[in-house]
């Protein structure tokens, strides 16, 4: 008796049990039962096209994520996106008073952009395909660790990666911590190859600025707490350090050198035809920190998300983004989402609109605006909508706008006449589509 | 019965569709009529406020209260049809008000199946308490109507408020798929279970639950106790060849608590558990 009661959770009652229902049943014998979890592949898969005012950055974009359980509780993820990027992209040199004439990247041919015209590089193209795979398992009953691997593949630039992520849960699984450390090594092979640090910008054909290919090794680390505060509220912190070292310069970015007194172009090097142009330099390594904080609420099935990001590095850019998206549910499967950004950033401490002529060179510098001082604004509105067979569609719209300082310090002589700094317009559209649950 | 009653029906005509239905809906009402504990008049109403007097009961009454006997006995008591007066201390609603340790010490003198006198077809209780057959009531309905409507269609899946049994497969021979409800995500779907025949019954407490000073208590409450069961999953799904037996099975795994999965391995039965 004494052992039976030790092991009463294990005792096996499956034939009396049926027997009894037998007779509550007033069956013969227990029939049969055939029952097998289906374990189909979740799909999401996704359209995105990135359209830049004035013929500048257009992207197109289609992404494929695959989630299936092999196992129990262990799963597989694949994903596979395609981005066919076009347009003109800014290429540091600033606009001038006359018509300036571009060496292209391949060294193979030129272009030439009008007074007063922002200097594009028109011949910005490219594909790139990127695949990865990862694989999520429990450990122990409350801890998830999931592992993954990525190639990314484009004309001129690859890049690998690894990462891993382990999350506990505590606290009646209303704490999660998680950790996380993400490796990657990527290799720039520039068109026409990489330029010379601080070297000048020469004729068709003469490539005698240009070096072979680079690299560069990032490693990313991450630790997070998500808690549950009550019922309808969830706070998440994330701290994360990135850390870049190797080439980080841009090969495809030059400065234009000036008349520090007249703001013209200054002379470039004797039969290249050219003004002056230095392809820029920045550090081999980047340190970079970055706090995220996010809320999200519900109300009454309506659910808001706040978050604020903070990030600093060791080039000087510090930048705050500030979130927030609501989102409007009408019945069980339609809802509306709201969607509001503000970006700030600082600049580089080398970033410099111009270098000017006679003076010494500094050590670091870049004119590519994205590590410019400039204010962001995104405002978007997504809807989405569950279909009668349990797949779920979305459509989302959004309009970027950003602005930098159009007229700085450094805007001598002609240069202040000029936009040193253009606005950006962006207008994003997506549609996304999931299924395979049923 | 408080929750919806569906019958698929595989074949293609719409007379057998509508006998089937018509068949299953009556009896579900029957069952519910005749059992609930919310109805007055009907035999649980006459038991409840018999005042100590013994009550004779009718053959089906008596089955059921044979098999409650039964279920007593192979769960050394945590299943107990005398338990729901602890209903009156915990009101499972998503908040913080647990009971005082006093409130639910002065019920338990009135639960225990142990203190009722049952010998067939007379039952009696002792003065103040109660009996609740909900607990097998909405998988003994599945059971029972499946059986009628097995006379009009073989090809139908029953679901009463997610305790299904599948007579057989759809007409072309597929199976039904049937989803199993995640517990952190309402309305979205854990799991995918194709049932081709028998049973898949679900007990858990995803929604029913109380939330003091971090801790939670599920709605699955130990009669001996009076307190509920500590670790058990968030829910649990039991695949038998009746809907009865596979929601017996899951509930006595969730009073088994943290043991639940080991409980249920130990009866050799199919099930799915989600934490």
């Known amino acids: ?438 | 019965m408080a929750s919806p009653c569906e019958v698929h029906v595989g074949d293609a005509d719409r007379t057998t569709a509508e006998r089937a239905f018509a068949v299953a809906a009556a009896e579900a009402r029957r069952i519910e009529a005749k059992f609930s504990r919310y109805s007055s008049g009907n035999i649980i109403h006459a038991i409840n406020t018999a005042e100590g007097r013994p009550v004779v009961v009718d053959a089906e009454t008596a089955r059921l209260l044979d098999y409650a006997a039964q279920l007593y006995e192979l769960s050394d008591g945590k299943f107990d049809v005398t338990s729901g007066v602890l209903r009156r201390a915990w009101r499972f609603d998503g908040s913080d008000r647990v009971p005082s340790p006093e409130a639910v010490a002065a019920l338990l003198p009135i639960v225990g199946w142990d203190k009722v006198r049952w010998r067939a077809p007379e039952l009696a209780l002792p003065r103040g308490m109660e009996i609740d057959l909900g607990g097998i009531g909405k998988e003994y309905a599945v059971d029972s109507a499946a059986g009628l409507v097995r006379a009009v269609s073989s090809r139908c899946l029953l679901n009463f408020g997610g305790d299904l049994l599948a007579l057989g497969p759809q007409q072309d021979g597929t199976p039904w798929r049937v989803g199993v409800e995640s517990v952190s995500d309402a309305g979205a779907v854990a799991r995918h279970i194709d049932l081709t025949i028998g049973a898949l019954a679900t007990s858990g407490d995803s929604r029913r639950y109380l939330l003091k000073d971090g801790t939670r208590y599920g709605h699955v409450l130990d009669p001996r106790t009076g307190w509920p069961v500590v670790g058990a999953p968030r829910s649990v799904t039991v695949a038998a060849a009746t809907c009865t037996a596979a929601g017996m099975l899951a509930t006595l795994a969730l009073l088994q608590g943290a043991g639940a999965e080991a409980f249920l391995e130990a009866q050799g039965v199919q099930f799915w558990a989600l934490r």
Request: charged letters at 20%; aromatic letters at 10%; proline letters at 5%.
């Open chain 1, 1 to 438: 008796m004494q052992l039976k009661r030790r092991n009463a959770a294990l005792r096996e009652i499956g034939t009396p049990l049926a027997a009894a229902t037998c007779a509550l049943l007033g069956q013969s014998a227990p029939g049969v039962v055939e029952a097998q979890e289906l374990k189909p592949w979740d799909i999401d898969s996704s359209m995105l096209i990135y359209s830049e005012s004035d013929g500048r950055v257009q992207d197109l974009s289609l992404n494929v994520w695959g989630r299936k359980e092999l196992l129990e509780d262990k799963f597989l993820g694949l994903t596979l996106g395609v981005d066919s990027l076009t347009g003109a992209s800014p290429s540091g040199a600033t606009p001038a008073n006359v018509v300036q004439t571009f060496t292209s990247p391949s060294g193979n041919s030129q272009y030439a952009v009008a007074p007063g015209a922002p200097a594009l590089d028109t011949s910005f193209h490219d594909t790139r395909v990127d695949v990865s795979a990862s694989w999520e398992m429990p450990v122990a009953r409350l801890g998830l660790l999931s592992v993954g691997a990525n190639l990314s593949d484009e004309f001129d630039y690859t890049s690998a990666g690894v990462n891993a992520r382990y999350a506990r849960d505590f606290n009646n699984r209303n704490t999660t911590l998680s950790f996380g450390l993400a490796l990657a090594n990527d290799t720039v092979s520039p068109v026409g190859g990489s330029p010379i640090p601080f070297a000048p910008m020469l004729g068709v054909g003469d490539a005698r600025n240009k070096d072979g290919d680079q690299s560069k090794n990032v490693t990313d680390l991450l630790i997070g707490l998500s808690q549950v505060l009550n019922r309808h509220t969830i706070f998440q912190i994330n701290y994360s350090l990135s850390q870049a070292d190797g080439y980080l310069t841009d090969p495809y970015k030059f400065l234009s050198v000036v008349d520090p007194v007249t703001g013209n172009p200054a002379a470039g090097p004797p039969g290249s035809g050219r003004y002056a142009y230095l392809f820029e330099k920045r550090p081999d390594t980047r340190d970079k920190q970055s706090i995220y904080a996010l809320l999200k609420r519900d109300f009454d099935g309506d659910v808001l998300e706040l978050s604020y990001r903070y990030m600093t590095d060791d080039w000087n850019i510090d930048s705050q983004t500030i979130e927030a998206r609501y989102r409007f549910n009408f019945g069980a499967n339609r809802y509306l989402q709201p969607h509001v950004r503000f970006y700030q950033q600082t600049a580089a401490s080398f970033y410099n609109t111009v270098l000017f002529a006679g003076a010494p060179l500094p050590t670091y510098a870049t004119a590519d605006q994205r590590l410019g001082e400039f204010d962001g604004i995104t405002l978007g509105l997504k809807y989405g909508q569950e279909t009668a067979s349990g797949n779920e569609w979305s459509a989302r719209i959004e309009y970027y706008t950003q602005s930098g300082n159009a007229s700085p310090g450094s805007a001598v002589g002609a240069l202040a006449n000029l936009d040193l700094y253009p606005d950006l317009n962006a207008l994003i559209a997506q549609f996304s589509y999931k299924f395979g649950r049923r």
